[in-house]
């Protein structure tokens, strides 16, 4: 069974703090990688991918990948109250998305 | 709008019913998906499409059956339905299965059998 895990969190953390999510993957063939953000009740939007080693980049979200670990993390940084929501973590080989159970991340204010 | 989406929105109904979820995307996709989450917000894969062919089956009963008339849309149909398929399903597209940029999903449909 391929697998993808994340922490179930809760996480918290104060408004303005950076949010670390970490996801670790069991598919060594695992291709690209993906952080979706669910608010409850509402459908996941994806918010970043990453499918290189290193960092990548977009407004406060940054995506870290180290295949060698089968490891992709998101930070967020200048957390909002509006970020939190349920992240899941995807991970995609060859006609199949796997997803994590998602890390709740509440931002207080 | 462009969109992924999903009919209807909640649907209650009794043990042993016959009940039809459908879907729709104009986003252009060829392959579209049926996605469960369980109460713990699990999404676990179902089935499949691209361009009408069935391409993931995961194991699920046989209750459960897609049809997907053209590649814009994709049904589910379940039959005899059980207290454990009480789940939120989702419908969602991509542009391929080699696709690397993500799904769009559909808002999702809130089964109750009851």
């Known amino acids: 069974q391929k697998e993808v895990e994340q922490n179930s969190g809760p996480l918290s953390v104060p408004e303005g703090a950076i949010a670390s999510l970490n996801c670790t993957y069991s598919?060594?063939?695992?291709?690209?990688f993906f952080w979706y953000r669910q608010y409850s009740g509402k459908s996941p939007e994806l918010i970043m991918f990453?499918?290189?080693?290193g960092d990548k980049e977009d407004g406060r979200f940054t995506a870290q990948l180290n295949k060698a670990s089968q490891y992709v993390s998101l930070l967020i940084r200048d957390s909002q109250p509006s970020d939190s929501a349920t992240y899941l973590c995807?991970?995609?080989?060859?006609?199949?998305?796997?997803f994590g159970a998602g890390t709740r991340l509440t931002v207080k204010p | 709008d462009t969109a992924v989406s999903q009919t209807p929105k909640y649907l209650v109904t009794q043990m042993g019913n016959d009940k039809s979820i459908k879907c729709e995307q104009n986003?252009?996709?060829?392959?579209m998906y049926w996605y469960k989450q369980d109460s713990k917000k699990f999404l676990k894969i179902m089935f499949s499409?691209?361009?009408?062919?069935?391409?993931i089956n995961e194991t699920v009963p046989n209750r459960f059956s897609p049809k997907s008339p053209d590649k814009a849309h994709l049904n589910l149909h379940i039959n005899s339905l059980e207290l454990g398929d009480s789940a939120v399903y989702f419908c969602?597209?991509?542009?391929?299965?080699?696709?690397?940029?993500?799904?769009?999903f559909g808002s999702g449909t809130r089964l109750t059998v009851v």
């Open positions: 990453i499918y290189s080693n």
């Open positions: 986003l252009g996709h060829d392959t």
């Open positions: 995807a991970v995609y080989n060859n006609n199949d998305m796997r």
């Open positions: 499409y691209n361009n009408k062919e069935l391409i």
């Open positions: 598919d060594r063939g695992s291709q690209s």
């Open positions: 969602a597209s991509s542009h391929g299965p080699h696709n690397n940029y993500g799904y769009t």
